[in-house]
């Protein structure tokens, strides 16, 4: 052991089935869970690493990933109110969206946590995900890696193997929860984060929740690893908003999982943005499972210098009478690259479906940025309505035109058309904190490249 309790094995480079022991014991965990732990080290050993020739990484290189290779757990102080958190993450509490219940993972572990009390008199649960073990199992045992299974993919194994700190986030049947649940992901650190969300919205319940990736890396210090898992439990009648917001540092690789279950006339609300990170890979699944589900499914992506941002996901029509609807855009400048691939899947049954999916990509310049969109359809019954489609286009330089003949500099008239191409997911976000920190981070995009052309 390590003079702050924690064992020396986690905090070394490298990863292996000594290391999950270590963590599963560190963290005092119920004997089924480390046999879950070691049964996803199996697996992610077994697995073999994505590669080119795979067709979901067809576009996506990730040779020269060594996920093992980085420490499993990075240690983070303990803090006793927000006063005393890093002032980056202060003035992201800041800036964003008012929140009733917050959560700050600080590298592996949790550091600080609240919710306003008449929520927790009603029954809601928002904690990290070891103190819910302990806690709650009832709850926790039978949902966590009932969406993303152990051996689910090899991120998802190394993940389900390695998972520390993490949320959980509990409403009781038909509490309505009027002001968003947040919870923010920060590192500071070298090594790998992997942090697991569960949530679970019980019969006519309904609740917003933002998940936020951030760190203080830069493209030149030493790359980091996050590997996340995400699972969304919306049970009869209730309603979920779910909001993945990524921004790490440059020198992070980031890996994420979201998959939700959608009960009988369940609404799942979801917003993806990815803004920041070296490499992002991140595979979003919505199960309408019983029918009148419904889902709503929004991603928002800008890539700029020599970013990879990649996007695989899928609207699984299991039950009849059940809708999607997709919609993902995403900006590109450099020598960028975007990916997207979409399935629509209408299982044998599910009558009556009704599924739309759209994406969009602007490149911005004359650059090398390069956009792949992948739209498709599997229909396996013979009364739907579905349809896909995709465009990808560069800036009109007459719309430019028009806007700089009117006195607009260049710099404000591309922000102007930029945002009016987003505009179409920003519309539908009623939220009005996050809305604002979008377009501040936009913009800032926008800016730098416009900096970077002229100099």
């Known amino acids: 052991m390590s003079a702050n309790g924690v064992p020396e094995v986690l905090k070394s480079s490298g990863m292996s089935e000594e290391t999950v022991k270590a963590l599963s014991s560190f963290k005092d965990e119920p004997g089924w869970l480390m046999e879950k732990r070691l049964g996803a080290w199996r697996a992610f050993e077994e697995l073999p690493m994505p590669t080119l020739r795979d067709e979901a990484w067809r576009y996506t290189d990730i040779s020269d990933v060594r996920p093992e290779d980085f420490s499993a757990y990075l240690p983070s102080p303990d803090v006793s ?39 927790a008199r009603k029954g809601v649960i928002f904690t990290d995900l070891h103190t819910a073990l302990r806690e709650h199992e009832d709850l ?24 520390a700190g993490g949320s959980f986030l509990y409403v009781p049947r038909g509490v309505d929860v ?21 949530v ?55 890996f994420n999982t979201i998959r939700s279950e959608a009960g009988k006339d369940a609404t799942i609300n979801s917003l993806v943005v990815a803004l920041g990170s070296e490499l992002s890979r991140t595979n979003v699944d919505a199960g309408l499972a019983e029918a009148g589900s419904d889902s709503e499914m929004l991603g928002l992506y800008f890539a700029d210098s020599n970013q990879v941002l990649d996007h695989h996901t899928l609207q699984d029509h299991l039950a009849p009478n059940a809708h999607s609807d997709l919609l993902y855009k995403g900006a590109l400048r450099d020598e960028s690259l975007a990916v997207f691939s979409g399935l629509i899947r209408v299982e044998p049954g599910a009558q009556k479906t009704d599924a739309y999916q759209t994406n969009r990509n602007l490149i911005l310049g004359t650059d090398d940025a390069m956009a792949v969109s992948l ?31 009117r006195g607009i500099p260049r710099r404000e008239a591309e922000k102007l058309v930029v945002f009016g191409f987003f505009g179409e997911v920003t519309s539908r ?14 913009e800032g995009k926008i800016g730098l490249g416009f900096e970077e052309r002229v100099a």
């Not at 739209?375 to 806007?403: M, N, W």
Request: contains cysteine.
């Open 178 to 198: 009027e002001v968003p649940i947040q919870s923010y992901r920060w590192l500071d650190a070298t090594g790998a984060t992997m942090p697991r969300t569960l």
């Open 429 to 442: 976000i009623p939220l009005k904190g996050l809305k604002e920190k979008l377009d501040r981070a936009i």
């Open 375 to 405: 739209p498709r359809l599997e229909i396996l019954a013979d009364d739907v309505k579905c349809s896909h489609g995709s465009t990808t286009g560069q800036v009109d330089e007459v719309e430019l035109f028009y806007l700089m003949s």
């Open 81 to 119: 109110s927000e006063g005393d958190l890093p002032d980056a993450v202060q003035k992201l509490i800041e800036e964003g969206e008012e929140n009733s219940a917050l959560l700050v993972q600080h590298n592996s572990e949790t550091s600080f946590q609240r919710m306003d009390e008449k929520l």
């Open 200 to 254: 679970v919205v019980e019969e006519g319940a309904s609740v917003t929740y933002i998940d936020e990736y951030a760190s203080s890396g830069t493209e030149d210090d030493e790359p980091a690893l996050s590997n996340g898992v995400v699972e969304l439990y919306v049970g009869q009648g209730a309603r979920l908003r779910y909001v993945s917001l990524q921004n790490w540092g440059r020198n992070v690789l980031h």
């Open 140 to 163: 926790v045992r039978d949902r966590l890696f009932g969406l993303v299974p152990e051996d689910y993919d090899k991120f998802a194994a190394l993940s389900a193997a390695l998972f």
